[in-house]
């Protein structure tokens, strides 16, 4: 009697998760900027909120979502680190996460703030991006420090936006490691496609790192 071939079948189920984030200062009348900042690979929220505090704590509310795959980082199982997406399963992860920011924004009542900076650093980029483009989100400032926008996006995704009334900036260092020419060039072709002429464009010297003045320029 013949034996019977595996059968190997993936399934999806559905289940309520908690997901931490980090925010530094306290939201005041006096707050003149909400930041909602969107770290790299490899950080956690609470110590990708270092260099924020170099910003003025009374006008500056700043709120870091938590990437949920959480990993060691090196073989030494001591330091940990987050990613938000792989290729793995990467259309069905994205919504998760849309729906794990639209969780804090909602906790923290940031649902039409008109001061707000969205800002995303490396991998925080494409996720940054992605969630605007999809809830439509206005902002004063979006930011799109050291990182790729996402290729599935159009000019189209982003038609809700003035322009004339949101600044948007693009910032990377002339040694980052991670940006080849190649890879600018499809960037900058990005940008004009997406923005146009809109976008401000900003080089500095350094590598894949978060520069404190540059911080304070956007402020």
């Given at each position: 009697m013949a034996q019977e071939a595996s059968s190997l079948t993936e399934k999806n189920t559905s289940y309520q998760t908690t997901n931490s984030y980090a925010t530094l200062n306290t939201l005041t009348p006096k707050t003149e900027n909400i930041w909602v900042v969107f770290h790299g690979m490899g950080y956690l929220s609470r110590y990708f909120l270092k260099p924020f505090t170099k910003l003025d704590a009374a006008t500056n509310y700043i709120v870091a979502p938590q990437a949920p795959s959480k990993y060691y980082l090196n073989d030494e199982y001591k330091y940990v680190g987050a990613s938000w997406l792989t290729k793995e399963n990467t259309r069905q992860e994205i919504q998760n996460i849309f729906s794990y920011i639209d969780s804090v924004m909602e906790a923290?009542?940031?649902?039409?703030?008109?001061?707000?900076?969205?800002?995303?650093?490396?991998?925080?980029?494409?996720?940054?991006?992605?969630?605007?483009?999809?809830?439509?989100?206005?902002c004063k400032k979006l930011v799109m420090y050291a990182g790729s926008i996402p290729n599935e996006l159009s000019?189209?995704?982003?038609?809700?936006?003035?322009?004339?009334?949101?600044?948007?900036?693009?910032?990377?260092?002339?040694?980052?490691?991670?940006?080849?020419?190649?890879?600018?060039?499809?960037?900058?072709?990005?940008?004009?496609?997406?923005?146009?002429?809109?976008?401000?464009?900003?080089?500095?010297?350094?590598?894949?790192?978060?520069?404190i003045d540059l911080l304070k320029e956007l402020v």
């Open positions: 923290e009542k940031l649902l039409t703030p008109t001061n707000l900076i969205l800002f995303g650093f490396s991998q925080g980029v494409s996720i940054v991006t992605r969630w605007m483009a999809s809830r439509k989100v206005q000019k189209e995704d982003f038609d809700h936006l003035d322009l004339n009334q949101t600044e948007v900036r693009i910032i990377y260092g002339d040694t980052d490691k991670f940006l080849t020419p190649e890879r600018l060039q499809l960037e900058n072709e990005k940008t004009i496609k997406l923005f146009g002429k809109h976008a401000n464009v900003r080089k500095f010297e350094g590598g894949h790192e978060i520069k």
